[in-house]
């Protein structure tokens, strides 16, 4: 198990209709918890809960739930909770997106598992690359992963994308996470979070 010293903070999220995990992300997840890293996650259903009952069925005790407002939808290990307050008057999607850009900005490493077309999944790395983060995007459908680590990986990812996807992460994307030369996105940590760490090695 990794000391305390090498352990990172992973955000585990994904796709709501994702909620059957493939033997390849379920062996990911058992990485992260074989090094003893910090994992902080949502409360949605599909990925989310789905990966939270991995946690749970491998008895492990590092998971922080996040949500946004003050109760979690699904919290199967009842594990400690992290509410997350929505801007006032945010409704639907906006609501939401409150909790998955904190864990974005406590996280070092985001670990995505995507439906292949939602949009929501794929902001939470676009999130990640502005804060300087990487992230593994983890495609169901197609079984690959894609390892994003920077803003010109991402630029290079969104020429993929179909143009619907493209329309709907700039309508959701704050201005901020869509061009960030203006305002650039804080780092913050749990608290006790460890120290920042800059390759995968060792972490998925």
């Not at 909790?99 to 929501?120: C, E, N, V, Y």
């Not at 959701?172 to 760490?197: C, F, H, K, Y």
Request: charged share 20%; aromatic share 8%; hydrophobic share 40%.
């Amino acid at each position: 198990m990794a000391s305390s010293l090498t352990r990172s903070t992973v955000f585990v999220g994904g796709s709501r209709h994702s909620s059957n995990l493939p033997a390849a992300v379920k062996i990911r997840l058992t990485n992260i918890i074989t090094n003893g890293h910090r994992v902080i996650i949502g409360d949605a259903s599909g990925a989310d809960a789905a990966a939270q009952k991995h946690f749970l069925d491998s008895s492990y005790g590092d998971v922080t739930v996040f949500c946004s407002g003050r109760y979690p939808r699904n919290n199967l290990g009842h594990w400690p909770v992290h509410p997350v307050t929505p801007p006032q008057g945010a409704t639907g999607f906006g609501f939401y997106a409150a909790k998955d850009r904190a864990m974005a900005l406590a996280a070092d490493f985001g670990f995505m598992i995507w439906d292949g077309s939602s949009a929501g999944t794929v902001l939470n790395v676009l999130r990640l690359v502005r804060a300087q983060k990487i992230a593994v995007l983890f495609n169901v459908p197609q079984n690959t992963i894609i390892n994003v680590k920077s803003p010109a990986q991402w630029d290079e990812f969104l020429l993929g994308c179909s143009d619907t996807l493209r329309r709907d992460l700039r309508d959701r994307a704050t201005a901020e996470e869509w061009a960030p030369g203006e305002t650039r996105m804080r780092q913050t940590e749990l608290p006790g979070g460890g120290p920042r760490v800059k390759g995968l090695k060792g972490v998925l």
